[in-house]
């Protein structure tokens, strides 16, 4: 529940608006992009408040990683950055705040679901290479073999391939 509260208070700070979400603002703002394009959560002139603002997101998300014995926030934070951030048209002075706080948490407690792995697949099919080489920063510090010898074998079937791909193309 926790975790629907934060994203909640500091998603409409931190999230670019779809173009689904355009009607619901303020004129002006519809006017800095064109209607195809997603909508920026901050102007480049903003990124210093921006970086306070993900900062307390990132304070908020230590909290739960450091209490969460199910290890399952730092998957919660995977879905989001998925889902939010990694996208077409988010622009760079976007990711120069968000990839270097989300950098400096410790994905090494990071234990990938099935649905994190897919993901992560997802992000790669996608041309985003700024969102690429930070897969890769998290990619590399997570224990793929505690993954592996957790895994099922009815799951080990769809993780297998899945890690192939990403150990490809990263």
Known sequence: AIWVTVEG????????????????????????????????????????????IMNSFISCVRGMIDNDSHNVALSKLWTLYANQWAQAGVKDHIFGVIHPALAALE???????????????????????????FLGTIFVQIDWRLV?????????????????CLLVKL
């Open 9 to 52: 208070l500091f998603g409409p700070w931190l999230f670019p608006l779809n173009s689904s979400a355009r009607p619901s603002t303020a004129n002006w703002i519809q006017k800095l992009t064109n209607e195809s394009t997603i909508l920026p959560p901050w102007i480049p002139g903003d990124s210093a408040s921006a970086t306070s």
């Open 107 to 133: 994905w090494s407690r990071f234990t990938p679901t099935q649905h994190d792995v897919d993901l992560m697949v997802k992000v790669m099919g996608m041309f985003l290479p700024s969102c690429h080489a």
């Open 148 to 164: 592996i010898d957790n895994s099922q074998i009815d799951r080990a079937s769809k993780l297998f391939p899945a890690l192939m």
